[in-house]
């Protein structure tokens, strides 16, 4: 996996995650940073020009450095359910594609200090450099498990005791009334389409954001920011 970017790259390497780093020819107090970081790790370190980063990033803005990650440790949704300390806030994607969007997804989830994500392995956004670089190094350190089916993972959470809240603009009963206090999964669809039926049909409760203007949704990625900052507003409250 590829990261690029001056904030994605020094992450990944605050995380232990970078193998290679490939640095152009920029010199200045940011990159003597990440240099020195890679120094201190061990780090392989490639000088390479311009055109070259550009062919690597596939016109990604690298701003003049790329890192290669190690393959993230295997986990598994017990693995999110069991680990650290207090109730897990989990989060769910279902069907999400946009790089972009998840990036954003990822960085709140790791703002709010939620245990992780699940995806599935196909209908989803690949875990790249535009995800990576919209999350501004937050991959490097969620753990992120891959499903085959996110209907029968949201079944094997429950059975772990995780309550499913699956986010529904149709829903009638509002995020805020949510008790976010207990182990949660928050599942959110895709733009446009929401929540497919048998996910949906699986979440043990729907829950909207009341909408006071003129459009009728919010970006699933500012959603997902508005109701994993709720759950956090909570969990502080009764600690």
Not at 70 to 84: I, Q
Not at 89 to 105: M, Q
Not at 173 to 191: I, K, N
Request: charged content about 25%.
């Amino acid at each position: 996996m590829l990261v690029i970017g001056i904030n994605a790259v020094r992450e990944a390497l605050r995380a232990g995650r970078v193998h290679r780093m490939r640095v152009g020819t920029r010199e200045d107090a940011r990159v003597r940073e990440l240099l020195n970081l890679a120094a201190q790790a061990g780090i392989q370190v490639e000088r390479v020009d311009g055109a070259t980063l550009d062919r690597v990033s596939r016109g990604g803005v690298h701003q003049g450095v790329i890192a290669e990650l190690r393959a993230r440790a295997e986990a598994s949704l017990a693995d999110l359910a069991s680990s650290g300390q207090g109730p897990p806030l989990i989060v769910v994607l279902d069907g999400i594609e946009d790089p972009h969007n998840v990036g954003a997804i990822l960085r709140t989830v790791d703002a709010v200090g939620a245990r992780g994500l699940v995806r599935q392995e196909r209908r989803a956004a690949p875990l790249a450099a535009a995800a990576a670089k919209a999350s501004a190094g937050a991959v490097a350190w969620v753990t992120v498990v891959d499903v085959v089916n996110i209907a029968r993972a949201l079944e094997e959470l429950k059975t772990l005791g995780v309550w499913t809240v699956g986010l529904d603009a149709a829903a009638t009963q509002s995020y805020d009334a949510v008790d976010f206090t207990t182990p949660t999964a928050l599942v959110l669809g895709a733009e446009g389409t929401g929540l497919r039926r048998l996910v949906r049909e699986r979440c043990d409760l729907l829950a909207s954001i009341p909408m006071a203007g003129h459009v009728d949704s919010l970006n699933v990625s500012v959603a997902a920011g508005v109701v994993l900052f709720e759950a956090a507003r909570q969990r502080r409250r009764t600690t």
